[in-house]
């Protein structure tokens, strides 16, 4: 809308400046050749704008909603059409014109039928309660305009005698409508088709909407005489359904760009009738068709009120349903759109109704402009007086929330902006006053108005405390409740369904999965209670009927006769079973059929007569060949028994055939010891009974189908497994936008009841799937793994994007160059979402190897596979019970596992419960969760040797390699690294899990998905602080989570329970080992997740912190007590002299940090001095000796001492030989800061 003194519909203004411009013209001649363009052909402006404002409306409806409605549509856009034409064609007949016959009076009531609510759609797609009467208005006007189309064509080819009896136009009618919707089907299918290939070529995607358009409109009209716009309208509503297949920026575009080509047509449409009404017939404008041009407008709306009155009892009943106000506000919102004002100038430019035309385009103009002047601009405070634009409580709430919430980050944003130099004497006050903004549905966020009642107060109920004067909030009623839990259910679809496409544009879910749940959240918003109907759902994970019927029967063709019968004793009837279970024998038997088909075929197609050589020749061959198959059935008579040879549907085959030919050896025997001649005698009903015989011996051909039974069988596997892994790929991604919901839960919904029972639904909802789910891949594990395959796969190549696009941003990158990139990039993400080829499970050694703790550690993943082994568990097997010690840890290999978690008795303030498969951080609620196979059972219970919380129970069988707790830890010797080694891996991959539930209610990662929290969590690292007792927070940390145990801030000695966030604010943590932070004698050893900041690596973060084994702080100004200080100080010219300089990360190789001995708590073995040292010192901790009198490289000694020492203990040994690894990296590197100081 144009907003001027008073708020006038853009479409006005145009016809307005039109008609100014119409006026000049027909006052001032000279100025006519400017507007000359407008006094185009009517049917050169239809092809060109026409399209664009169906395809464009067309293509915004909601695809779901509108084959919901269409009973509805149908019903008011073809029959409610017809009828308000037909009332408004007698007004006209017998009021407008007296020389009009009912024809020309007919076909100004079709020209005023036609519907364009945009502008009243717009206004309510916003409103609750407006949406299905949207999609309704919308449909009506497509529909309508289809309708009224083919009405005009009949109508005005009546008037110009092309059509002059009722079967002509019966006839005309059926091939429009017919035609017109089968060339939009199959022009729809086909631009649907080509925009899914174009995935996310912009340029290529516009042009196929474009051309999809254009080309159905005008072959349809110029080529096939149907309906083009029907046939655009439908073209535009199935290109609707299908445009998620390309990316959301290219369908975001291509969205703006009809838009903008729409709003182009409406302006040079309203803009061009405007010049041609007041340059032509402005003359002839009198007081009494200005006064009819309101009686038009009166007589249309009451006609479309009396239509929607008699549908109504109808239309309540189908579709979304209908009340009385639903009713009133379509007949308010039916505005008059383009197509009458172009109806209109056809009748106007035609000469038999040119008379008509100059009334037709008055009567019409006048009715659009009255429309929008009217209706339009009073829609909001008609669907206030019928009580459709009410706002609902949770609505008010919710947004109430919202407010406060984009308060509180402008608040943050200024607070920041103050610490800028160049910023800091800004006016602060006016900064603060232009950014308040107020509440949109009228609530400032200063305070409630005084004035104002409770009504207008944006979310709940509040009574005033006679005693503290303070405000309450009151308690919602039964119908609020009601009203909020449906508010509520509507929001967590909407959540689920934003889920949904953001799985698929990370590549988590196919195109034809997200669709598939899209439409299921759909219905579940159409249906009462708003839930999924997992049933329907549930069809996807199993195997379609008749295919497993099929296939069963397919099976029973390929068993081999001997397998339906037992294994003889008599050495002769063993020696026959042999030979009929030989391959051989069967091949002969095949080769016997395939000579046998000649002789048929010859029999069959002699025509008499017959000499006698070939006579002879025939039935010798016949005698042949039934000898064989005789032998071959009374062996199998003998090997297998009666009983047993009966058993196969084969052998029933060639005991039917043997019978026939029975009968037809016996006609062959009377034929030849009688005179007659059967040859000659064609109407013999013996000949006819031969030939008959004789063609069912072709069914031992179908014996020959046995071959192709297995390729049969494999193509019924494959389109099973492809419609099995399509289902795992719906269920996958409705696990994950479950769990995604579950977790916005409380940003979702603020009343506390209503959220417990939809996190419960939720719940229950994602663990049913998840048993499916489970169930599926112990059944096809290749169906899941191909899932997963391609999901992965496709998952790493949008990060791949996104880094590309972050390389451009930093200037790394030209556009060129990023071109290049993206597209190369691009193609593997269309080939891998076009892949259909099946990915077999892997190895269970493999699926060892991949576990994420192992990566990098192929000598402990080895160690793993000669100290393990798989163990097979049956169906309700324990693994792990609540309450016992841990033992060691189990590796799925198949199978489905569940898990109960039951939270413990005591206080978990110190410690997390010892449960990995945590979905959210309520601990002191019970859950539930399946394990499928690949995952890690055991990991936290090992790492901390705590008791289990929870129970693991074999849901089905179960393989698994079972790992003892003496192996690991003796794994855990072999990989001693602080950093990068297997406790420390296994602590990564648990507190990662953690931060990806901690950091989401972090103010800075509000607006952060959970793929970016991801990548931003990859470079963490848990290290090994058990020897610390202050930690010291530099500014190379980034992020740290606490994961384990307790810590406290030194400043403001506040302490941290696990699993938490530390603020950025914290610059000391003080430990348990401190005497300064008391704790329990329980209280496990603090474990932190450090994210370091850009650029940064492990080493960078850890090769200044120094432990405080033996010390106590002395101030807050130093972390270190007087001996370290002065430790510090001597060696300040070896150690770190400059500011710290960046490195290159080279995470193929091993990393070392200086903290060893406050890592590993005791002093070095003899064995790693250095030898040839002058003064023969002991190697004490605090000992740093001199570059000169260290060796180049450290070795160990061979004497029989070590050996003996290997032999008896393995674990030793390796860590010698870890330490003087990381002893001669760290001395490299400190020779190399060394020569680079000089």
Known sequence: MLCTTMCIPYRVVMFIFGGILGFFAHRYPAFKPFVSICYMDVDILLTIFLPIILFFTSYSVDSHSFWRTFPQILLVGVAGVLLTALIAAFMAYYLIESSWNFATAALFGIVCSPIYPVEIVTQLKELTKGKNISVLLLGEGLIGDATVMIEFTAVFGYLALALTDASQMSIMLIRFAGGGALLGLVMGKITAGLLSITYYDLLCSVTVTLAGAYLTYYVGEKFFYVSGLLGTIIAGVMVSKRKSTVSVEVEQVVSHFWRILSHIANTLVFTIVGVVIFEKVSYIITVRQVALVFVTYTTVYASRLLVYAAMTPVLRRIGYGMSWQHALACVWGGLRGPLSLCLALIVMETPMVADAGEIFIIQTAGLVLLSLLINATTITKVLKILGLAEISLAKKANMTNCVKRVMMTRDRCISMLKMDKFLADANWDLVQANTTIKHPYQLQMSGRDEDSDDDAYMGYHYTTCPDCEREIPNEPTKKEIAEMMREANQRVLKAMKISYWRQYEHGKISKD??????????????????????????????????????????????????????????????????????????????????????????????????????????????????????????????????????????????????????????????????????????????????????????????????????????????????????????????????????????????????????????????????????????????????????????????????????????????????????????????????????????????????????????????????????????????????????????????????????????????????????????????????????????????????????????????????????????????????????????????????????????????????????????????????????????????????????????????????????????????????????????????????????????????????????????????????????????????????????????????????????????????????????????????????????????????????????????????????????????????????????
């Open 513 to 1238: 999965g997200v669709r598939t749940l899209v439409q299921a959240v759909e219905v579940a918003a159409d249906s009462d209670d708003g839930k999924i109907n997992l049933e329907q759902l549930g069809t996807l994970w199993k195997p379609k009927a008749h295919a497993i019927w099929l296939r069963r029967k397919l099976v029973d063709m390929l068993m081999p006769d001997a397998a339906n019968a037992n294994v003889p004793r008599h050495p002769w009837r063993q020696y026959c079973y042999r030979m009929v279970s030989s391959v051989w024998f069967d091949g002969f038997i095949y080769v016997m059929i395939l000579c046998n088909t000649p002789v048929i075929l010859c029999e069959v197609a002699l025509r008499g007569p017959v000499s006698r050589a070939a006579t002879i020749a025939i039935k010798s061959l016949n005698l042949f060949f039934y000898i064989i198959y005789v032998l071959e059935m009374l062996i199998k008579f003998y090997a297998l028994t009666i009983r047993g040879y009966f058993k196969s549907h084969w052998n029933k085959l060639d005991f039917f055939i043997i019978v026939m030919a029975t009968g037809d050896l016996i006609l062959d025997i009377i034929d030849s010891v009688t005179p007659w001649n059967k040859w000659s005698n064609l109407n013999s009903s013996v000949l006819t009974a031969t030939k008959l015989l004789r063609m069912l011996r072709f069914l031992r051909l179908c014996k020959l189908a046995r071959v192709s039974v297995p390729k049969i069988m494999a193509y019924i596997d494959r389109m099973i497994d492809i419609q099995l892994a399509f289902g795992y790929d719906v269920g996958k991604g409705f696990v994950t936008g479950e769990t995604e919901v579950c977790n916005l839960l409380p940003q979702l919904v603020d009343n506390l009841q209503i959220q417990e029972t939809l996190y419960n639904k939720l719940e229950a909802d994602r663990l049913i799937v998840t048993r499916q789910l489970g169930l599926l891949q112990r059944d096809r594990p290749w169906t899941a793994i191909t899932v997963k395959t391609r999901q992965a796969t496709t998952s790493t190549l949008n990060i791949m994007l996104s880094d590309a696009m972050q390389l451009k941003e930093e200037g790394f990158l030209d556009e060129m160059e990023y071109r290049l990139l993206v597209t190369a990039i691009q193609e593997r993400v269309q080939s891998i979402r076009h892949k259909g080829s099946l990915v077999a499970p892997s190895s269970p050694e493999t699926q060892l190897r991949s576990i994420s703790w192992l990566q990098g550690n192929e000598r402990v993943a080895d160690f793993f596979i000669e100290n393990s082994e798989i163990h097979n568990y049956n169906i309700n097997d324990v693994l792990i019970s609540r309450g016992d010690q841990p033992k060691g840890l189990y590796i799925l290999v198949s199978g489905l596992c569940e898990a109960k978690y039951t939270p413990p008795e005591e206080d978990m303030d110190e410690a997390i419960p010892n449960y990995e498969f945590l979905t959210d951080l309520k601990f002191s609620e019970p859950s539930q969760e399946y394990i499928v196979s690949g995952n890690a059972i055991g990991v936290l219970g090992v790492l901390t040797s705590r008791p289990y919380n929870y129970t693991v129970r074999c849901d089905s069988a179960v393989q698994a390699y079972y790992i003892t707790m003496p192996v690991v830890k003796e794994a855990f010797n072999l990989a001693p690294h602080p950093i990068m080694g297997l406790e420390a891996a296994m602590w990564r991959e648990i507190g990662i899990k953690l931060s990806l539930m901690v950091l989401p209610s972090v103010p800075a990662y509000h607006s952060w998905s959970s793929e970016k929290i991801s990548m931003r969590l990859e470079h963490a690292f848990v290290p090994c602080l058990k020897a610390f007792k202050v930690f010291v927070v530099s500014e190379l940390m980034e992020d740290i989570v606490l994961l384990d145990g307790v810590c406290q801030d030194m400043a403001t000695r506040e302490v941290f329970q696990p699993p938490s966030y530390i603020p950025r604010t914290a610059h000391r943590l003080i430990f348990p080992k401190s005497s300064q932070l008391v704790v329990s004698g329980q209280c496990p050893e603090t474990k932190l997740l450090i994210v370091p900041a850009k650029d940064t690596d492990e080493l960078d973060i850890m090769e200044d912190e120094l432990d405080d084994l033996q010390c106590e702080l002395v101030s807050n100004a130093s972390s270190r007590c007087l001996y370290h200080k002065v430790i510090r100080k001597l060696s300040a010219e070896s150690r770190n002299k400059s500011v710290m300089r960046g490195r290159k990360r080279k995470r193929a190789g091993a990393k070392r940090v200086n903290y060893r001995d406050s890592v590993w708590g005791k002093q070095n073995s003899t064995s790693t001095l250095p030898m040839g040292s002058p003064s023969e010192k002991e190697f004490s901790k605090y000992f740093k000796p001199t570059l000169d009198d260290v060796p180049e490289k450290l070795q160990s000694t061979n004497n029989d001492e070590t050996n003996q020492s290997y032999s008896n203990s393995r674990h030793q040994s390796t860590r010698l030989d870890s330490e003087q690894e990381i002893y001669n990296t760290m001395l490299n590197k400190t020779k190399r800061k060394s020569s680079d100081l000089k």
